[in-house]
């Protein structure tokens, strides 16, 4: 009996301690559970959840408190949820996640009401405080309501990002939907002046100056371009050296309608000395040329003198032959004899640098002018956070490089040079006749020299088609006697020549969604931390 209630007595003391330790193992136990809620939740949504911790960065307090503040969010109009996870994303692929997030679980208060708002982080793995965060909106907020474009830059930017710099992973959350909740109930906060500023300059007035510097454009060119005289030559031209337009060389020809001394008046020339019989073109090999010396050139002078004195000092064995890497490293030999040629025009009275220099220097300063504007376009929609200002910056950019191109299009040539010119204009307007047929002997220098290889090109190959070259075009390949068993077709030489006379010349992000779904019409800001 005594040992009865001893054993009794025992019990009843040790009661309260067996209860306070089951309690505990109680609380403990519920604990781990709520921590373990959300990262056990992360495959799907949670009635009443918000917070979804998959990253396992956020204390139970923390999430507690951050589910608190999405709530109010929830409250105030947008479903929200934040979600964390570990990988290591660019801000492009975050914000691809947040809308396949809301997409998915169908982050809105109805279907089709586009009302939601998700957090998205995507944590770097091994340094959990740092990554790239996404504040996305639907489309009721988004396009219609209080978190444009430019709040949700805001609140990511100025809000949140200082804090999660720092490692304040939960004060950076907190602070982003407290302000997204204070957005979504009062609105976001006025612009500051400068930003409301810059948004007025953009919408009206600057795009109205944009419209008068594209007129202003268009009257400087009408003030300083000079048409040319009317052509002298009539249709069908005969380029035959008894008849010719004029008696200019093809490369004088080609300058004065051209308005520049270039290339091309010098490779028109070799072709002119073909003509004369100073040297011949042969085929060597298939699509390949070599150009063989006849004459001694000591009848030129001036300019056609330079051109033969490059020829001749490429030109090895006693051949005299340039293969088709000897024409094409002579191009750098070219630069006198084009001055010399430019000072000819010049002395002629028909070139005069110094006026178009003149005329030009209008249209040169209207563009760069236009190139400041389109600068200070681009200021003003960095600043005004508004498109409003691309519709002067486009027009800007387009008046700007029409005033350069009309500038250079103001050649060198004078009015007398113009007048000069008259026959062999005429000569190049009437190419496009069909009647006309280039002559293989005589054509081929002035076609070069006035730009028209472009418009002739199908006819020279089909005149080469039915056999016609030029005597210069001297077919040397696989007869016992030196000249060629088969027939040799001029046009593929022709080119392969003229080639080498003339070679070609050789993060952050936002965004909006527009796909179907909850983020259908929504978008969001992104950037790292």
Request: glycine share 10%.
């Amino acid at each position: 009996m005594t040992r009865q209630r001893a054993h009794g007595w025992w019990v009843v003391a040790l009661a309260p301690v067996m209860f306070i330790v089951a309690a505990s193992l109680s609380l403990s136990t519920g604990a781990s559970v709520a921590a373990a809620a959300p990262h056990a939740a992360c495959t799907g949504p949670v009635v009443g959840q918000h917070i979804y911790d998959c990253a396992h960065l956020l204390t139970p307090a923390e999430v507690s408190t951050l589910d608190s503040d999405a709530a109010a969010v929830d409250r105030a109009g947008a479903p929200t949820v934040v979600y964390l996870q570990v990988r290591s994303a660019t801000a492009e692929q975050t914000l691809q996640d947040a809308i396949d997030l809301m997409n998915r679980w169908n982050v809105e208060s109805r279907p089709n009401a586009h009302d939601g708002f998700v957090m998205f982080f995507n944590l770097e793995p091994g340094n959990l405080r740092h990554g790239t965060v996404v504040l996305y909106a639907g489309e009721k907020h988004y396009q219609h309501g209080n978190l444009p474009q430019s709040e949700l830059d805001r609140i990511r930017q100025d809000v949140m990002t200082p804090l999660l710099q720092d490692g304040q992973t939960a004060a950076g959350i907190a602070a982003g939907l407290q302000m997204v909740a204070h957005d979504l109930i009062y609105g976001p906060p006025p612009p500051p002046p400068w930003q409301v500023a810059s948004a007025f300059i953009g919408r009206i007035p600057f795009n109205i100056l944009a419209l008068l510097f594209g007129g202003l454009v268009a009257l400087l060119y009408v003030r300083v371009r000079r048409a040319p005289p009317l052509s002298t030559a009539g249709e069908g031209v005969s380029l035959d050296p008894v008849n010719p337009p004029s008696n200019l060389s093809p490369a004088m020809a080609g300058a004065l309608i051209r308005g520049r001394v270039n290339d091309s008046q010098v490779e028109s020339t070799i072709l002119d000395f073909a003509r004369r019989g100073l040297l011949v073109i042969e085929p060597v090999g298939k699509n390949k040329v070599q150009m063989r010396l006849l004459g001694d050139g000591s009848n030129l002078t001036e300019y056609e003198g330079a051109v033969w004195k490059g020829l001749d000092g490429q030109a090895s064995g006693d051949g005299r032959t340039l293969t088709s890497t000897d024409l094409a490293r002579i191009r750098k030999q070219w630069s006198w004899p084009k001055s010399l040629l430019r000072r000819d025009l010049i002395e002629k009275g028909w070139y005069d640098p110094a006026s178009a220099a003149r005329r030009r220097a209008p249209l040169y300063i209207a563009g760069t002018l236009g190139l400041v504007a389109t600068a200070a376009a681009i200021l003003l929609l960095v600043l005004s956070k508004e498109g409003w200002a691309a519709i002067g910056m486009i027009v800007f950019v387009a008046a700007s490089i029409t005033a350069f191109v009309l500038g250079y299009s103001i050649t060198d040539t004078t009015v007398e040079g113009d007048i000069a010119a008259a026959p062999w204009r005429g000569y190049r307007d009437s190419v496009a006749d069909r009647a006309y047929q280039p002559n293989m002997e005589t054509d081929l220098p002035y076609i070069v020299a006035l730009g028209l290889l472009g418009k002739l090109a199908p006819r020279l190959k089909a005149a080469s088609e039915h056999g016609y070259s030029p005597s210069w075009f001297q077919a040397n390949a696989d007869g016992a006697n030196g000249r060629s068993t088969t027939p040799v077709m001029f046009y593929p030489y022709w080119i392969a020549f003229h080639s080498s006379m003339a070679p070609a010349s050789s993060g952050s992000a936002s965004g909006g969604y527009s796909g179907g779904g909850a983020a259908g019409g929504g978008g969001g800001s992104a950037g790292s931390f």
